[in-house]
């Protein structure tokens, strides 16, 4: 068991308080990802989980264990990071021994273990190249490989695609998540990119300056925001937002008038600094059918379109602000009046505080 802690951590570096206080726990064999922009401690984060940095305070836990005081290399923990260093000089089969070596693994152990892990990663025709000699995504896969010889309990990854291209990237993904399964090892996954966290993690973590905003599975995220800043952290492309405080409502405050469209609003929603959010994905031109809202944009200009093949993303300026939508089909460059229909369930809620108000069925 390798369930990871965070208890009561908190990380200054002088006077910059990185992480303020966070609790956190990772769960046993899952995959847990810690999503968030540039500078918001991530990396502190993982460091902190390896022992290569202290907390300020606080407990990091390791299956129970404390580890505060126990150096790196005793913390069964494979680091993967961006810039993996294999050595140039080892061909891939002693790149992959070496921790072996270093733990006098037996020969024959060692080259038992090698042949396997080349076996996984489907290194094995690579086994005598020098490091120079393989490709960027080849070169990643040994230097996980090294990091998974010695089974270690725990997996941290600090952003380990981002120097590879599109491609590969996508590759690798589905690898280190086929890999991650079979193991079964725990894992914490650092990434900006959300598109790599919605599709490797069974937990993501959403942090900002330090502080985590949400908690939750890929879906449960994507569906239920808790708040405008992982709303808008996930999803591609990015949620529309309205500010709403600016909108007609009727006297009972429970609908709101927005152009023609009328929209049922959360009874408890104050519409001073309110914000309604939708997906691009969730609206369609056309008329309303039931269970959806028809919103009326006038005005409308086609700023930009995304053509994916088997369907667009069309940027617009409205006179509500500008929107990206969904479009299927070649030419689609809506402009003037547009009626869109919009799933009453896919409507976001958010207050002045930028958090989540639950939405009520039309
Ligand atoms: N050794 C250090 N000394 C001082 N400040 C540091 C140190 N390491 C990190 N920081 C600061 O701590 C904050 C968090 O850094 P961290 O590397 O954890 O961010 P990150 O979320 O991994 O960002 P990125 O996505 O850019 O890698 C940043 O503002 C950074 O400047
Ligand atoms: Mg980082």
């Known amino acids: 068991m390798a369930e990871i802690q965070l208890k009561s951590i ?39 989980i390896a022992g290569l940095e202290t907390p300020t305070s606080g407990e990091v836990r390791i299956g129970g264990t404390l580890m505060n005081e ?8 494979a680091l993967v990071f961006q810039n993996y260093a294999l050595y140039p000089h080892k061909t891939v089969r002693q790149n992959l021994a070496f921790p072996l070596r270093m733990a006098k ?11 396997s892990i080349a076996g996984t990663l489907e290194l094995t025709p690579l086994l005598d190249r020098y490091p120079r000699q393989l490709s960027g995504g080849q070169r990643q896969r040994v230097a996980m490989g090294r990091a998974m010889i010695r089974h270690p309990e725990v997996f941290l990854y600090d952003e380990p695609l981002s120097n590879l291209d599109l491609e590969l990237r996508v590759r690798l993904r589905l ?38 905003e949400q908690v939750g599975s890929p879906l449960a995220l994507y569906q239920s925001p808790a708040n405008q800043f992982v709303a808008g952290f996930i999803g591609t492309p990015r949620m529309n937002f309205f500010r709403i405080d600016g909108c007609e409502a009727e006297a009972d405050g429970s609908r709101l008038r927005i152009g023609d469209a009328t929209l049922h609003v959360p009874q ?9 959010g ?3 994905e969730h609206a369609r031109v056309g008329a309303a059918a039931a269970q959806e809202v028809q919103l009326e944009l006038r005005d409308c200009e086609t700023l930009a379109v995304e053509q994916l093949g088997d ?28 009626r869109l229909a919009i799933q009453a369930s896919a409507l976001h809620f958010f207050d002045a505080q930028e ?3 639950r939405t009520k069925a039309v």
């Open 10 to 48: 908190s990380k200054r570096f002088g006077d910059v308080e990185v992480i303020p206080d966070l609790d956190l726990t990772m769960p046993d064999g899952k995959v847990t990802v810690l999503l968030g922009p540039s500078g918001c401690g991530k990396s502190t984060l993982l460091r902190m």
């Open 355 to 357: 958090q989540a108000v």
């Open 70 to 77: 126990v150096p790196p290399a005793e913390r069964g923990c």
């Open 268 to 276: 408890r929603l104050d519409r001073a600094g309110a914000t309604l």
């Open 311 to 338: 369907r667009a993303f069309c940027y617009l300026r409205s006179a509500l602000g500008e929107l990206v939508l969904a479009t299927a089909g070649a030419d689609a460059q809506p402009s003037g009046t547009l």
């Open 278 to 280: 939708f997906r691009a």
């Open 105 to 115: 693994v037996a020969p024959a152990e060692q080259q038992r273990a090698v042949a």
């Open 175 to 212: 690898e280190i998540a086929r890999m991650q399964r079979s193991l079964q090892s725990t894992a914490v996954y650092v990434t900006h990119d959300q598109t790599e966290a919605m599709t490797l993690a069974d937990q993501i973590v959403v942090l900002r300056k330090g502080r985590i």
